[in-house]
């Protein structure tokens, strides 16, 4: 972005300020404008002629001398005229060149000096005018959108160059914008001047004019954009909301500071002092020092506080991504190897660094505090534990920021998460494989997960009821992975991870069947005979009725998972049931002579609506519907 860059055309020369040691003037030469010169010598017509057409020009203009010049801008009262005026001191410069080579006594070469000043304090009065009075067509938004529009001169463009870039943006007309016309003049005339005033030998002094000004503009834009200077101390104890609000406020101003600010300023440093790189460097340095400062060194201080909400990770990897995205033009901005601007580099890579350490712990102080966690089991009949809905909620969230985590991970010297063998050899769910090739931020969240996993593993052992803890932990093992599914924790953690935990999900939900419902599946045994009907429905209806009563005060949250536990269920127990009702009808001849039978409760039907209607008190709050099945607490004899 920073296109406008300018070589000098030639080397800088101070001869009117520091290389002349000028005899005392005469009473003659006592003032500043001094008699015509008589030149004979014909080697010396050139400069005579030169010095000659300088000084009326000079002297036209000098404020000390003329009521016009003191009120009157040169390069706003006449455009050509100042051209004029910087093609006269660029000749003046060149005789005393010539003179300094020839008689460095000369009184010519005194006149020259004179007039030689006169023009430096002109053009540094022409400076100030310029830049104070163009403050909203110079400001660094303006010279962003005007840099991408125009043309780069060449290196070698002379000073005609500035005033023919100047005519080609009038000539533009309606093509640009006023404000960009009318920067592209003013940056066209101040390069035109400080061209003329290095070269001359008065940096220093056009240098001076420039910083002040041009500093207080990137000053007032920081403070405009929010960002204030703050202590460790003060940041420590602010509020975390304030903080979070001064943290967003930052993140916007960041991006402008950057992207407008900084580098509209880069812009116009470069332009106007295209002729020394390390004026301009200089300058820039000094110009956008302290406002860097106070931005870059924000985060820092926000890496630091003892303050550690939940948000505050989300809050940091945002400022890390907003530097990382950033920093390829931060580091074209601030390139020069001069102190001011590598300190702001070394200070930009010294917030990603203490954000890195920040992070990294953190993720250990949240995965202790999934270990210390000591909330009791709700009363929810096995349902999902608030433990697993807010580990889940907030990584899911953090798996947003994969690409900064990523980065982070490989940027620091952190060691990987323990292996499987540091959890409890009671654990259920040790992986099946050692993935150590898997990435670093892979291996983090799945360990973070595992750690859940065996938190909520332990909790399912206070359990007193067996077939509850295999329910408790189908339960919160599938909000896990449905988490993991709708969210970008499936593209950190891989199709394959969810798969394999989706399987034991499965094992889960076969253990809790086979232990709530084994005995129910048992008491219908194959081969049915009338003979053994009495019995078997006997057995059948207690069975059934227990396992009823206690299974649907539990919970299954997932509406999916329910189906198929559900299902799966009615699968093993209707068709077997079924059997044994056809079996005993056929003996009997007819329904409604079954139903007066009192050992057989119900029929297939009812069976199949009650497994239906399964976990209906445990996850409704709504009234039941009444119908030829009502749901029940437990179920209870059909009668004719």
């Known amino acids: 972005m920073r296109k406008l860059c300018f070589n000098p055309k030639t080397p800088s020369f101070s001869i009117a300020r520091h290389s002349l040691s000028l005899p005392a003037p005469s009473s003659s030469t006592s003032s500043p404008i001094t008699p015509r010169l008589s030149l004979p010598d014909p080697r010396s017509s050139n400069e005579e002629r030169c010095i000659e057409e300088a000084e009326a020009l000079i002297m036209k203009w000098n404020a000390e001398s003329s009521a016009y010049a003191k009120v009157t801008s040169l390069f706003y009262e006449d455009k050509n005229e100042a051209k004029q005026y910087i093609n006269c001191v660029n000749q003046l410069q060149k005789a005393m060149h010539s003179l300094l080579s020839q008689n460095p006594s000369s009184e010519k070469l005194i006149l020259a000096h004179n007039l030689m000043q006169m023009a430096m304090k002109r053009l540094n009065k022409e400076l100030y005018q310029i830049l104070s009075m163009n403050r909203a067509y110079l400001d660094p ?33 309606d093509s640009i914008s006023e404000v960009e016309q009318v920067s592209s003049i003013a940056m066209a005339d101040l390069k035109s001047i400080a061209d003329c005033m290095i070269s001359s030998g008065y940096a220093k002094e056009c240098v001076s004019v420039y910083n002040s000004i041009r500093k207080s503009i990137i000053d007032e834009g920081i403070y405009r954009l929010n960002v204030e200077k703050l202590s460790s101390s003060r940041v420590n104890k602010m509020d975390w909301e304030v903080l979070e609000l001064k943290i967003k406020s930052w993140l916007e101003a960041v991006r402008i500071s950057v992207r407008t600010l900084f580098n509209g300023e880069r812009i116009l440093c470069d332009h106007v002092f295209g002729s020394s790189e390390s004026i301009r460097e200089a300058c820039f340095a000094e110009i956008s020092r302290d406002g860097a400062s106070l931005l870059f060194g924000f985060p820092e201080l926000v890496a630091k506080t003892k303050k550690s909400p939940p948000e505050k990770m989300f809050r940091v990897l945002d400022m890390y991504t907003v530097i990382t995205a950033l920093w390829p033009e931060i580091e074209s901005i601030f390139s020069s190897d001069s102190t001011s601007t590598s300190a702001i580099r070394s200070q930009v890579l010294a917030s990603l660094e203490r954000i890195t350490e920040s992070v990294q712990t953190m993720l250990s102080e949240f995965e202790s505090t999934i270990h210390k966690d000591a909330s009791r089991l709700p009363m929810n009949g096995g349902g999902v534990h608030s433990l697993t809905i807010q580990t889940m909620n907030y990584l899911s969230i953090l798996a947003d920021y994969s690409n900064a985590l990523s980065d982070i991970f490989l940027r620091s010297d952190s060691p990987p998460p323990p292996k499987s063998s540091s959890l409890p050899d009671s654990y259920l769910y040790s992986p099946e494989s050692d993935d150590s090739t898997a990435p670093a931020l892979t291996a983090r969240f799945a360990w973070l997960i595992l750690v859940l996993l065996c938190k909520l593993d332990s909790k399912a052992k206070h359990l007193k009821d067996v077939s509850l803890s295999y329910l408790f932990l189908a339960n919160n093992l599938r909000h896990v992975v449905a988490r993991v599914r709708s969210s970008n924790l499936l593209y950190v953690l891989s199709e394959d991870w969810a798969a394999k935990h989706e399987a034991k999900v499965k094992r889960f939900v076969a253990n809790y069947e086979r232990v709530a419902w084994g005995q129910v599946v048992e008491s219908l045994p194959e081969n049915p005979t009338a003979a053994d009907a009495r019995v078997v429905f006997e057995n059948f209806n207690f069975r059934f009725e227990e396992a009823y009563r206690k299974q649907n005060l539990f919970v299954v949250a997932d509406r999916e998972l329910r189906d198929e536990i559900k299902g799966s269920i009615a699968r093993k127990i209707v068709p077997r049931y079924s059997e044994w009702y056809n079996v005993l009808l056929a003996t009997v001849g007819s329904v409604r002579d079954m139903t007066r039978m009192e050992y057989v409760n119900f029929t297939p039907e009812d069976v199949d609506s009650y497994l239906a209607n399964l976990f209906f008190f445990g996850t409704s709050s709504g009234g039941v519907s009444s119908s030829s099945s009502s749901v029940t607490a437990s179920p209870h004899r059909r009668r004719s």
């Open 141 to 173: 938004e303006s010279v962003s959108v005007r840099s991408s529009r125009t043309s780069v001169h060449s290196n070698t463009s002379d000073y005609d160059d500035d005033f023919t870039a100047e005519e080609d943006v009038i000539a533009a007309g």
